[in-house]
T-cell receptor, first 113, second 115 residues
Framework: GESVGLHLPTLSVQEGDNSIINCAYS??????FIWYKQESGKGPQFIID?????DKRQGQRVTVLLNKTVKHLSLQIAATQPGDSAVYFC????????????FGQGTILTVHP | GAGVSQTPSNKVTEKGKYVELRCDPI?????LYWYRQSLGQGPEFLIY????????DSGLPNDRFFAVRPEGSVSTLKIQRTERGDSAVYLC?????????????FGEGSWLTVV
């Protein structure tokens, strides 16, 4: 998997704005993608997932977009709230070991009231 | 239980000591995973169990690390001769099975500090 240092990308938004968090993945054989939210001192929390046969999936206030051509994934959060502040990770899996998630670089989202 | 449960939540041990970290997956989940997360990084895969057997242990860093799941439910991650570099959060996760699209749920982790 990818490894990153301590300098994670950051995104600061105002409460009520829409947020877009981006992720590039590396394995063209991956066919399942997940977004996780991680608050300080807690484990990753599932947000939304998408399979490679789709390019868009919507949940409650969240949308995931998948562009397989350029191996890019994005998470859109509508009407961002202070409670959305956290580190967001994308993860990919596929092939014969779907449980072996490879996590991408996290993004720190800060929502200002 | 309602979610993945991990104990202890925090463990401080001296270099060279042996530690065990326990994971109780969501009831009925046959797939169980261990990950390790260092500060500022995403979780890194260690090992995956399907039932009692290790389906993929390619992420274990060396032979000091070992995991078991003897009855297909609770799992224990065992670390021998701990080193300061082993300090990290050890995350356990489970899913209904190991197939694609089955949500993988994480526990809150066990924070290991080796001094």
């Amino acid at each position: 998997g990818e490894s990153v240092g301590l300098h994670l990308p950051t995104l600061s938004v105002q409460e009520g704005d829409n947020s877009i968090i981006n992720c590039a993945y590396s394995n063209s054989a991956s066919d399942y993608f997940i977004w996780y939210k991680q608050e300080s001192g807690k484990g990753p929390q599932f947000i939304i997932d998408i399979r490679s046969n789709m390019d868009k999936r919507q949940g409650q206030r969240v949308t995931v977009l998948l562009n397989k051509t350029v191996k890019h994934l994005s998470l859109q959060i509508a009407a961002t709230q202070p409670g959305d502040s956290a580190v967001y990770f994308c993860a990919e899996s596929g092939g014969t070991s779907y449980g072996k998630l490879t996590f991408g670089q996290g993004t720190i989202l800060t929502v200002h009231p | 239980g309602a979610g993945v449960s991990q104990t202890p939540s925090n463990k401080v041990t001296e270099k060279g000591k042996y530690v065990e970290l326990r994971c109780d997956p969501i009831s009925g989940h046959t797939a169980l995973y261990w990950y390790r997360q260092s500060l500022g990084q995403g979780p890194e895969f260690l090992i995956y169990f399907q039932g009692t057997g290790a389906a993929d242990d390619s992420g274990l860093p060396n032979d000091r690390f070992f995991a078991v799941r003897p009855e297909g439910s609770v799992s224990t991650l065992k670390i021998q001769r701990t080193e300061r570099g082993d300090s990290a959060v050890y995350l356990c996760a489970s899913s209904s099975d190991g197939n694609s699209g089955n949500t993988i749920y994480f526990g809150e982790g066990s924070w290991l500090t080796v001094v």
